[in-house]
């Protein structure tokens, strides 16, 4: 259905639980997942507080916590009302037979998508749309193998669908409808996203590459989601160290071989900033509450973290190690500081009481020359 393999063995494992606590074993015969992928999602779930741990002999018991289910045919296993997805299935519907109708072949996911969205936009429809990795994406994904069960729409609704199929139908790539929608809605963020990728995916990738990608990466970043996940956080400004590291190589071959993992690592690191910017959009719809979407974007948050922690460990082995200073004036404070002692409880008093009274009569710079002088550093 579209969703990304790591939703869909995650909500495998939910689903599994939900019919009661298992054991390891018994989860991974019902997944048909190996023990060692059952583990980890079971440790995500754990640190997302959904489940519990308990010893039956010799065997891990886990419990799903009470209540707790996600549908398995929605992103991150969001409900949705009962009218919006009689809208949703009703609006997939007639954007199939209308495509059909005018290029005498079915859409894609993209065309559908970016259809609904648009529709949706023009007639406020409210539905539950949110701004995802490429772009405008409807919470209950559009299975092109699946019969959408047609309920009529309101003839302005239908004139849009009309008018929206007349647009996009001329787009001969899926590519081609993704950046029309990002420059008809002026989203700078995506297409922000598109310049960098297009920059770490080019065959002529170099120093002069990553001086710019270092730059778009910055104003990316700038416009990102701001959260208090102090994980992402830190994720965003070490990547941006990473870019810098890069930067610091003079060495051009080298540079063209990080190529491939420095893109590998930005898309996963867009996938996280994508997460929480689908997660603030569909913040923005009144039948979301916060509980909700905390509860259920956060199994995949904490996965994507751990994945983008990993793949930026990776990239960071592949790096030189940053070259210490050899200039003579580093190499005196540097030989000075590992001189340093601990000095008793009475001896800090004292020189806190001599570099008070300098301060006092010489300021900032008389206690930075004092200090100089006491290890010898000119």
Known sequence: MGRGSTQDLLRAVVKTLSGGPKAINEIAEATGFDRIAITKYLEVLKECDLLSEKTDGRKRVFKLESGLSFRDDTYFGLPIEPEKEKVIDALYASIRRYWFEKTKRYPSQVDVQK?????????????????????????????????????????????????????????????????????????????????????????NFSKRSVYVLNKKVKELFGLAPKTEDAVYNEILSEYQDLISQVLSISDEELIKGVQPEL??????????????????????????????LDRNFRIDIVQQEREVVERCSYLQSLLPP??????????????????????????????????????????????????LKQFNVS
């Open 115 to 203: 259809t609904l969205f648009r529709v949706n936009k023009e007639r406020k429809l409210d539905l539950p749309v949110g701004w995802y990795i490429f772009g405008a994406l409807c919470v209950k994904p559009y299975d092109p193998s699946f019969d959408y069960p047609f309920h009529s729409l309101p003839k302005d609704v239908e004139q849009s669908v009309k008018a929206a199929v007349d647009v996009y139908s001329k787009n001969e790539f899926g590519y081609q409808i993704k950046i029309q929608q990002y420059r008809e809605e002026g989203n700078t963020f995506y297409l922000l996203k598109e310049e960098i990728l297009s920059i770490l995916y080019s065959c």
């Open 322 to 371: 940053e070259e210490e200073p050899t200039d003579s004036r580093y190499l005196e404070i540097k030989k000075a500081l590992a001189s340093i002692k601990e000095l008793s409880d009475e001896e800090k008093s004292k020189r806190k009481a001599v570099i008070d009274k300098i301060r006092k009569e010489k300021g900032d710079k008389g206690v930075q020359d004092f200090v």
């Open 263 to 292: 893109t590998s690592s930005f898309e996963n690191v867009w996938k996280l900033i994508a997460t929480y910017n689908y997660k603030q959009d569909l913040g923005k719809i009144s039948f979301y509450s916060k509980d909700v």
